[in-house]
């Protein structure tokens, strides 16, 4: 049974940082695709960052480039994103995501319907 828990929202201002973490239950992260996707309000999910912790391989939307940066610590089952030079554009509820058939094909999901496992989110508000 797959859980995921995203933590470490909370409120920052503008060209502030955070660090978002996921912590996995019930899988070895090495066989998943995990990514971290975002809602903003009144907007659909996106995606944000992904990575294949097997191969080290890290992907990001043009929106996190330069800005976030995805990694994780297999020992703690755990996925974080760096996220610094916030943005008002950055807020939203943050959610990690995790697949397996995609880590199989070699692929890291930044669309939602490629993930089949997901967490809870954590809020992100970046005041201006």
């Known amino acids: 049974d797959v859980q995921l828990q995203a933590s470490g929202g909370g409120l920052v201002q503008a060209g502030g940082s955070l660090r978002l973490s996921c912590a996995a239950s019930g899988i070895n992260i090495d066989d998943y695709a995990i990514g971290w996707f975002r809602q903003a309000p009144g907007k659909e999910r996106e995606g944000v960052s992904c990575i294949m912790s097997k191969n080290g391989r890290t992907y990001y939307t043009d929106s996190a480039k330069g800005r976030f940066t995805i990694s994780s610590d297999n020992a703690k089952k755990t996925v974080y994103l760096q996220m610094t030079s916030l943005k008002p554009e950055d807020t939203g509820v943050y959610y990690c995501?995790?697949?397996?058939?995609?880590?199989?094909?070699?692929?890291?999901?930044?669309?939602?319907?490629?993930?089949?496992?997901w967490g809870a989110g954590t809020l992100v508000t970046v005041s201006s």
């Open positions: 995501a995790a697949d397996q058939v995609s880590q199989i094909l070699g692929l890291c999901p930044l669309e939602t319907y490629g993930m089949d496992n």
